[in-house]
Structure formats: structure tokens, C-alpha cells
């Protein structure tokens, strides 16, 4: 019983974390001051900048991990590539449960839902995919690393990673080029508030929020969707039976390397098309780099292991050879199978 309900509560608990880590730097540093023993990194919109940026980084890379080592402790006790959809809907439906939660809560607590439903239907939709989303994601990741085969496992050569390594660039330079299409739509603009010719939500607050949520949306689904099809074709096109090294390294560099591309070309769209005291500094923009980071290549490279263990697990699958009763019984193996003495103490 203690592990069914470890493995509902545990993905709960780091949604929770996951939704302070997003927004507490900011509400903390809301009135552009930071704490006196810090010490000053520079004018004064850079250092607020810079350490509100750095605590996001900070806080994604501990919630992924914790996701990570979920999954992978899971799956290092317990077969779980023959039932991980069951798995993954469990992880996700916990952390959407508390999500839901958390966001009522922060509404009861206001007294105010909000002047747009449909703009409040898109903030919720995307925190739906940024958090127990990518989370999930995340999770199904560390499940495929710890569910590798063991014995001879083919490595490709990195002449044939370097297509994978070019379509992780491009996976991360769009998701990265939506994920900042309201600060592109804001700068495009004459005034403030974006440009006339774009569709308007309402007032220009609910637009400007509305094509940064759905800039955000749109971007978290092409890196999340683009990792995990990268991924499933890797095993499909080269044979790959785990996520090697040297694979888990191209993924990486590529994905590196056109997030690189997008950010210089973004930051410098908005550095030259905001002018004024006021403006945005490409320092301050330089500031958000290892948020943006975090964000987008160590999701894409997440999603893509993921992606690897989804067709090794569709491949191994009953579907493949089995049958619909072996299935039940891997099923009961996920949640009842005995574990050792030794297995018991870890706990």
C-alpha cells in the first residue's frame, strides 16, 4: 500500500514545488530590491534580473531531477516499461490533481477568477503541459534509463547521431522562438500593447497576456512533442536501444546549439526594437540565459530519452508477443510484486 500511494503523492508534491519555484522569485522580487547581503551584479534591473533568473533555473533543475529520480527509482524496483502508460497516467493525474488544486486555492484566496474565461482556460492549459507536464516527462525518462537492457547495446557512430543532433537545434530554436512570441508581439508593437494588425483579446492587458501564455503553450508542446518523436524515430531509424552517452550528448549539443541560434536572434530583435530608458538591456536579456537553458535543451533532452524508452517499451510490449493476461500481470507487478529484505530497508 505504501508504494501506490508514494507514487500519487510524490509527483503532487513536486508540482507544488515546481509552481513556487516559478513564481516565488518573482513575487519576492516584485519590487526590483533584493536582500543587502547579496551582492550587486550591476544596475539594478540587471542584478534583480539575474538572481530572479538564476533561482528559476535553480528550481526547475531540482523538481526535474526529483521528477527524474521518481521514475528511475520506480523502475529500478519494478518492471515498469511494460505498464508504463498506466505509470505515466498516474504521475500526470497527480500532478494535474494538485495544479488544480494549487491554482483554486490561489483564485479563493484573490477573490478574483478573472475578467476572460477563455484567457483563464489557456493559463491553466499551460501550466497543464509546463509543469505536470514536463514533469511527467521527466519521470518517463528516468523510467527509461533505469529499464535499459542489459548486454550488448548498439551505440550509433556520430556521423549518424548528427541528423538527430540537427533536428534536436531545430526542435529547441522553435520551441524557444514560441515561447517568445509575446515578448516578440510587444516589441513588433507601435505603442504599448501589441501591433493593430494582430487578432486583439480584449483589453490590451488580456492580449499581451494571451500571446504570452499562448506563445508559452505552443512552446512547451514542440519541445516536449518534438523530444519525444525524436526519440521513439531514434530507436527507429538507427536501432538504438537505450540512450547512450554519446546519444544523451548529441541530443544535448544540438539542442545547445539552436537554442544559442534563436536566443541571439530574439535578443537582438528585442535589444534593437525597444528603445527608451526603459527598454530592455541585452545584459538583462543575457541574465535569463540559464533559465532559458533549463528550460528548453534539458527538456528537450529529457523528453527525447523518454522518446527512446517509449518505442523500446512499444517494441518489448504484449502487443509485440505477449498477451492481454501477461499484461494484467505485469500490471499487478507494478504496485504488489514483493520486494527483498534489502529492498524494504532502501525504503
Excluded at 501564455?213 to 531514434?234: E, H, N, P, R, T
Aim: hydrophobic content about 50%; cysteine-free.
Amino acid at each position: 500500500m505504501r508504494r501506490p500511494v508514494r507514487t500519487v503523492l510524490l509527483p503532487a508534491v513536486l508540482t507544488v514545488l515546481a509552481v513556487a519555484s516559478l513564481f516565488f522569485p518573482s513575487i519576492a522580487l516584485t519590487d526590483g530590491s533584493i536582500p543587502a547581503w547579496l551582492p550587486s551584479l550591476g544596475p539594478p534591473a540587471v542584478t534583480t534580473t539575474a538572481y530572479r533568473e538564476t533561482a528559476l533555473a535553480l528550481g526547475r533543475v531540482a523538481v526535474l531531477a526529483g521528477a527524474f529520480a521518481l521514475g528511475y527509482r520506480e523502475a529500478s524496483h519494478h518492471d515498469v516499461g511494460r505498464t508504463y502508460l498506466r505509470y505515466v497516467g498516474v504521475v500526470y493525474a497527480a500532478g494535474a490533481t494538485a495544479l488544480l488544486l494549487t491554482v483554486v486555492g490561489v483564485v479563493v484566496a484573490s477573490g478574483s477568477a478573472g475578467s476572460s474565461p477563455f484567457l483563464s482556460v489557456l493559463v491553466v492549459a499551460a501550466l497543464l503541459v509546463a509543469v505536470p507536464g514536463v514533469l511527467t516527462v521527466s519521470a518517463l525518462a528516468g523510467v527509461a534509463l533505469a529499464s535499459a537492457r542489459g548486454g550488448d547495446q548498439r551505440t550509433p557512430s556520430t556521423r549518424e547521431l548528427l541528423p538527430f543532433a540537427l533536428a534536436a537545434s531545430v526542435v529547441t530554436g522553435v520551441g524557444y522562438a514560441l515561447d517568445s512570441a509575446g515578448d516578440l508581439a510587444m516589441a513588433a508593437g507601435d505603442s504599448v500593447g501589441v501591433p493593430t494588425w494582430l487578432p486583439q483579446f480584449g483589453t490590451i492587458g488580456s492580449t499581451v497576456t494571451t500571446y504570452f501564455q499562448a506563445g508559452q503553450l505552443a512552446g512547451d508542446l514542440a519541445l516536449v512533442g518534438g523530444g519525444l518523436a525524436l526519440g521513439a524515430l531514434a530507436v527507429r531509424w538507427t536501432g538504438v536501444a537505450a540512450a547512450s552517452r554519446r546519444f544523451v550528448a548529441a541530443i544535448a549539443t544540438g539542442a545547445l546549439g539552436g537554442l544559442l541560434v534563436a536566443w541571439v536572434a530574439v535578443t537582438w530583435y528585442l535589444a534593437s526594437a525597444n528603445a527608451g530608458p526603459d527598454a530592455p538591456t541585452f545584459a538583462s536579456i543575457a541574465a535569463a540565459l540559464p533559465n532559458t537553458v533549463v528550460s528548453t535543451v534539458v527538456v528537450v533532452t529529457l523528453a527525447t530519452i523518454a522518446g527512446v524508452g517509449v518505442a523500446r517499451f512499444e517494441a518489448d510490449g504484449p502487443d509485440a508477443g505477449g498477451s492481454a493476461d501477461s499484461d494484467d500481470r505485469d500490471v499487478e507487478a507494478v504496485t504488489e510484486t514483493p520486494v527483498s529484505e534489502g529492498s524494504i530497508r532502501d525504503h
